[in-house]
């Protein structure tokens, strides 16, 4: 059955798409890994690996979704029938459930963050960011509220459907975001010392890119760009049959390249002009940036814009990961599509209560040292989105019915058509290749 929805235009679904890419790893760690691993030339490699590698993944999975109409699961049965293929559906239902109950964690921390921004009670002299943050996230009530007010706004847009929800937002939200980026950007540009922050993260070094910093730019070149969850089959499947796939997957990569890059911009100079060490992930945002912000002038201002910028790009990460599930079981219905919103946002918020409270009464639910935060992360980094890229790619390259493979490029370019070829070939011998690399690499296998 095809899905009754659709995307308004080719602009609602590059600015969804990009959304559902660009999330928290593409602002607080990237950027870091950029200025530790070669700084320019590894920002140069990441660009070659994502145009070579992530685009070609990127389009297969909007191939399965375009040639179908249909969200994941039925799309893998209709190109695939009679074959238990439909299971790479099942697994990035699994994938984006697992991904977002404890990414809806984090998300539930920034809100908690941006709201005591909003009010003038995160900044305080002297206060101790680390230990406040500590308290934080080890408060229970707060850990658990908070991620639920997060699930709360992701259910209330994905229930109102792709045009008058995820599109809408995304069309509010992703702007947004690149503007606030640019505030942050021009502020952090005219801070006495920013150039040694500018330099640091884009000086090209050869000499520091290692084997694992190519490995690492090989396995972010694909998960930059939320692909091996076949979220971006399901948003792909709301495309009309004449739209082509070529210039939005282009756009996309484009806009999360970019993201990459502002990100570092407006961090680096920051930083650096006021003598703080560059962190990466959870440090970076509730610990060094507070910091940062409580020594400039109008530090309370561009602290809470800093988080806006940080919650705008988890909300349009996390509505394609609930929606790849609701839209498995709404089948196009308006009405089904809200009960669903409501019951799997709410099973995904319980599975997500034990990584919340990963950090404060749950803390001694530790195995081989990894609290049930960090096991569902490495569930998901090093398994579960290596495995369903590995298989997809596997699946456009050889189970893919040959003639509405060639039916679905042919509305592409003619240097396009012309590579469909290479293209097949890639995705058959190249990429699996490649994907199992960085899975090696991630299950510490490789002896780099």
Same mark, same amino acid.
């Given at each position: ?56 993944? =990127? !389009? ?5 979704? $375009?040639?179908?109409? @249909?969200?994941?699961?039925? *799309?893998? /049965?209709? +190109?695939? #029938? ?69 699930? =709360? !706004? ?5 229930? $109102?459907?792709?045009? @008058?929800?995820?599109?809408? *937002?995304? /069309?509010? +939200?992703? #702007? ?86 502002? *990100?570092?911009?407006?961090?680096? #100079? ?179």
């Amino acid at each position: 059955m095809k899905s009754g929805e659709q995307w308004t235009s080719k602009l609602g679904f590059i600015l969804a798409s990009a959304g559902s890419a660009i999330g928290l790893g593409a602002i607080w760690k990237f950027p870091n890994v950029v200025a530790t691993s070669g700084g320019g030339a590894f920002f140069l490699v990441f660009i070659l690996f994502t145009f070579g590698i992530g685009l070609p993944l =990127l !389009l297969a999975e909007f191939l399965i979704g $375009r040639s179908t109409g @249909q969200e994941a699961v039925s *799309a893998y /049965r209709n +190109l695939a #029938p009679n074959s238990r293929w439909h299971w790479v559906g099942y697994l990035g239902m699994a994938t984006c459930s697992i991904l977002l109950s404890f990414y809806s964690v984090v998300g539930g921390w920034i809100v908690l963050y941006f709201m005591r921004a909003v009010t003038g009670s995160l900044l305080t002299a002297g206060r101790d960011y680390g230990a406040f943050f500590d308290q934080t996230s080890a408060n229970p009530w707060e850990a658990v509220l908070s991620q639920g007010a997060f699930m =709360l !706004l992701t259910i209330v847009v994905v229930a $109102r459907g792709v045009k @008058q929800g995820i599109e809408k *937002a995304s /069309r509010i +939200l992703m #702007p947004g975001l690149f503007l606030l980026f640019v505030v942050l950007i021009i502020r952090a540009l005219t801070l006495p010392g920013m150039s040694e922050g500018l330099v640091y993260f884009l000086k090209p070094d050869f000499g520091r890119l290692s084997s694992e910093a190519l490995l690492y730019a090989l396995g972010q070149s694909f998960f930059c760009l939320s692909v091996g969850g076949s979220c971006m089959v399901t948003y792909s499947s709301y495309l009309q049959k004449h739209e082509p796939l070529g210039k939005p997957a282009l756009s996309v990569v484009g806009l999360n390249v970019m993201t990459s890059f502002m *990100a570092g911009i407006a961090i680096f #100079p920051a930083l650096f002009a006021l003598g703080m060490k560059p962190v990466e992930g959870p440090g970076l945002l509730f610990v060094t940036l507070p910091a940062v912000f409580e020594q400039l002038p109008y530090g309370s201002l561009f602290i809470t814009v800093f988080l806006a910028l940080f919650l705008f790009a988890t909300l349009t990460s996390a509505f394609s990961l609930l929606e790849i599930v609701v839209a498995a079981f709404a089948h196009g219905d308006g009405a089904r599509r809200i009960k669903m919103c409501w019951l799997f946002g709410t099973l995904i918020f319980m599975l997500g209560i034990p990584s919340a409270l990963s950090f404060g009464v749950g803390s001694d639910f530790v195995w081989l040292g990894r609290n049930v935060f960090a096991w569902a992360d490495f569930a998901v980094t090093n398994v579960m989105l290596p495995l369903g890229v590995l298989l997809i790619s596997v699946f456009v390259g050889f189970r893919f019915p040959r003639e509405r493979l060639q039916a679905e490029w042919a509305g592409e370019s003619a240097w396009a058509r012309k590579g469909l070829a290479l293209y097949v070939f890639m995705l058959r011998f190249v990429l699996p290749v490649i994907v199992v690399l960085v899975f090696l690499h991630g299950m510490n296998w490789l002896p780099i």
